[in-house]
């Protein structure tokens, strides 16, 4: 079964550090988004992206964040200037079209210290 | 926000069905009901969606009811591997948006 790939999957990293995570997300899928779930907490949307551009984001996904699809597999997000409140799962999910079913990755644990 | 409600926890006992409850009373016309779980320290994974008619698959099945203001998620024999957080989720062309959704644990 076709599966959403994200590396690492796990990051440490100092507070002030840049971060990229990174997904290849399913082949023939169309719409890409990332989500966040802090330890304990909600997953939460952060962003979605379709036809090379941001297409909705939520109110955490501030200047500090970017994403980027730099070439026709791989799906990145930035983290500038990490903060220790950055700490969390991030997932990366994919589908085929906007109403039709997800599939997410495995997440990566980012741990800023 | 969550437009959903769901009970925080239920229990089940092993190799019986289980019946997850959802309202979504403000549902629009054009909103898809989606289920998805999230089993410990995994990434949250599909399991159905409907717009109107009952869905089955071979996970679960989903029974809406015919005002569309509430649903059901249906595991027709819950096993060890069941035990998860199960979202349900209200949404037309947009990004999901999780609740805390409902901690089904399964009892062997």
């Known amino acids: 079964e076709p599966e959403v790939t994200q590396t690492p999957s796990h990051q440490v990293t100092q507070m002030g550090q840049e971060v990229i995570l990174r997904c290849v997300p399913i082949?023939?899928?169309?719409?890409f988004y990332w989500y966040r779930q802090i330890l304990g907490q909600k997953v939460e949307f952060l962003v979605s992206?379709?036809?090379?551009?941001?297409?909705?984001k939520s109110e955490i996904f501030d200047d500090q964040f970017s994403v980027e699809r730099p070439d026709g597999s791989n799906f990145t997000l930035k983290i500038r200037s990490t903060k220790l409140e950055d700490s969390a799962m991030y997932f990366c999910a994919s589908s085929a079209s906007g109403s039709h079913g997800y599939t997410f990755g495995s997440g990566t644990r980012l741990t800023v210290v | 926000d969550a437009k959903t409600t769901q009970p925080n926890s239920m229990e089940s006992n092993e190799e019986e069905p289980v019946h997850l409850p959802c309202n979504h009373s403000?549902?629009?016309?054009?909103?898809?009901i989606h289920w998805y779980r999230q089993l410990p320290s995994q990434g949250p994974e599909y399991v159905i969606h409907g717009l109107t008619s009952n869905v089955n698959n071979r996970m679960a099945s989903l029974a809406i009811a015919e005002d569309r203001k509430s649903s059901t998620l249906i595991l027709h024999r819950a096993t060890l591997r069941d035990a998860a957080v199960y979202y349900c989720?209200?949404?037309?062309?947009?990004?999901?948006?999780f609740g805390k959704g409902t901690r089904l644990s399964v009892i062997a």
């Open positions: 403000t549902i629009s016309g054009t909103d898809y």
């Open positions: 082949s023939n899928h169309l719409y």
């Open positions: 992206f379709y036809n090379n551009e941001i297409s909705e």
């Open positions: 989720i209200q949404a037309g062309n947009t990004p999901l948006v």
